[in-house]
């Protein structure tokens, strides 16, 4: 059975930095490129970030692109985005995601919350 | 990017009756190499994940009732609920993985009228 399992999230100050994780089982990891999606509240589904089977390509979309680090272990079939500058703007739910043979998989979500 | 249209953004329909609903990509989605469209629909119910629907535009995923069903190639694409139930309300989305980044629609939600 294909499980993405998140950790991390939470509030933060604006400014701030946080991690998330997603530690991945069922499949071979290391043969997919995997993804962070996030939403807002009351809002639809926006890609965040993606990374290569190898590690070594990563594309950010324009919003986070030098403030947002996406990365990979593949030894530990784990997936990682370290946010750094936290702006208001993105207080959302993230998501680690995949598509395996056509289907999307999805973890639970993390909640991140960037206020004063 | 792969730019994908979602309409309607709202849709309010009686239970037993069908629901239906559209996708449009700026670009075909359609592998020349397998034949196969690179879209999946997903239902997101509140405080949950997105739930993958159908995935290869019309195979439909383990477990989900057969009043769910996806057609459509190329660049047009429709979700059709036979039969909608009081369950199914919910956002349900249309994705793109035929190239990166991963594109999605806007949304649609359902609602029983």
């Known amino acids: 059975e294909v499980e993405l399992v998140q950790s991390g999230g939470g509030l933060v100050q604006p400014g701030g930095s946080l991690g998330l994780s997603c530690a991945v089982s069922?499949?071979?990891?290391?043969?997919?490129?995997m993804h962070w999606v996030r939403q807002a509240p009351g809002k639809g589904l926006v890609w965040v970030a993606h990374?290569?089977?190898?590690?070594?390509?990563?594309t950010y979309a324009d919003s986070v692109r030098g403030r947002f680090t996406i990365s990979r272990d593949n030894g530990k079939n784990a997936l990682y985005l370290q946010m750094n500058s936290l702006r208001v703007e993105d207080t959302a739910v993230y998501y680690c995601t995949t598509v395996v043979d056509g289907r999307g998989y999805w973890g639970q979500g993390s909640l991140v919350t960037v206020s004063s | 990017d792969i730019v994908m249209t979602q309409s309607p953004g709202s849709l309010a329909v009686s239970v037993g009756e069908r629901a239906t609903i559209n996708c449009k990509s700026s670009q075909s989605l359609l592998s020349r190499s397998n034949n196969k469209n690179y879209l999946g629909w997903y239902q997101q119910k509140p405080g949950q994940p997105p739930k993958v629907l159908v995935y290869?535009?019309?195979t439909r995923e383990f477990g989900v009732p057969d009043r769910f069903s996806g057609s459509g190639s190329g660049t047009d694409f429709t979700l059709t609920i036979s039969s909608l139930q009081a369950e199914d309300v919910a956002v349900y989305y249309c994705q793109q993985y035929y190239t990166t980044p991963l594109t999605f629609g806007q949304g649609t939600r359902l609602e029983i009228k």
């Open positions: 990374i290569h089977i190898d590690g070594k390509l990563t």
């Open positions: 069922g499949f071979p990891f290391s043969r997919y490129w």
């Open positions: 290869w535009a019309s």
